[in-house]
């Protein structure tokens, strides 16, 4: 057997587990996974291990009783934002002659079955698909947990009559690639969460200052949705300019401006601290997001740039001689250059 077999194998591997992630829809619990096991690692502080599963099972149970609060809050609010803001966009666009194609809350919602069909018989699957993601979500605590106490992937390693086995060193290497995959998703989010807070820093301040509604609602959001990358953003001023709305349309108008204010200063900060982690060029990062979208939805969108900066990683280990006829002016070549 040639010695780069197993490694080829674990390449092999890690290519379908992505795969069935994408067509069985499985996004969920491995985003589970990565957090919980992120967390754990955060929270040890010694040799033991299950001091650390406690604060992270009491984290969890916080955490589950904070997205309630939130999601509840949403569900209490918005609609009451929307049902506010409407009256007042349309009145404003009247007074510039601008004709919008709803009047009030009703009418909007027409509108929203009329554009979007058949797209809003989802809703009626919404119990279905909450039931499913719940119970996702457990099971990827569980695995992290598992993963955590013991991550070992041949229990039997050594007491085999051929130490020097296939299984157990197909075994070493795709606990390698899976260590780098989780580097990946550690870069990757750390990033993102850096620049969520930052985000979330800025626009507290403008809520707080101007004394907007919801604050508290829209700050936890803020936050949220921010660890989405690039879409992220759009959600969040959507919701803070409805917001906004309720009370002036000047007001809407000066959030919107500063939002994009903001973000445009960001992406300098945004390029310093990606650029310093990930590095990868904008287009491929938006590529990816697009086809992460397309494959298996939002959680799509988070793995996306893992699984980039994991290709990335990987490929940058493996060698490649040079052939001796190769050409100066196309090795030194540089896409785009």
Known sequence: MHRDTPVK?????????LVAVAWMKL??????????YLLLNRLRFDKHRWPAVALFLIIVAMVIYGLGLLIHESVVTLPRVAETSIPILVAYANSWNVSLPFTDMATLQHLLVD??????????????????????????????????????????????????????SVCREISKRFASFFHSFETVMGAQLIISAINTA??????????????????????????????????????????????????????LVYLIVL??????????????????????TLLGLLVGERLMGIPGMILAPVILHFIKTECAQVPVIALPDASPEFSDHKFGA
């Not at 996004?27 to 919980?36: K, R």
């Not at 069909?117 to 598992?146: N, W, Y």
């Open 9 to 17: 194998i674990s390449y092999y591997f890690c290519f379908l587990v």
């Open 115 to 168: 554009t979007l069909g058949e797209e809003l018989q989802r809703f009626a699957r919404f119990a279905e698909f909450a039931t499913k993601e719940l119970v996702f979500l457990i099971i990827g605590l569980v695995v992290a947990v598992s993963i955590f106490l013991n991550g070992s992937l041949d229990l039997n390693e050594g007491n085999y009559k051929i130490p020097n086995n296939l299984y157990s």
């Open 202 to 255: 800025f626009t507290a301040g403008f809520v707080l200052i101007v004394g907007m509604p919801y604050a508290k609602l829209l700050i936890a959001l803020t936050f949220v949705v921010g660890l989405l990358p690039i879409v992220g953003n759009l959600i969040s001023n959507t919701i803070i300019c409805g917001v906004a709305l309720t009370k002036s349309p000047q007001l809407a108008i000066a959030a």
């Open 27 to 36: 996004a969920t619990p491995l985003i589970t996974v990565l957090f919980s």
């Open 263 to 284: 973000h445009k200063l960001e992406y300098f900060l945004n390029s310093k601290i990606i650029g310093g982690r990930i590095k990868n060029p904008m287009w491929l």
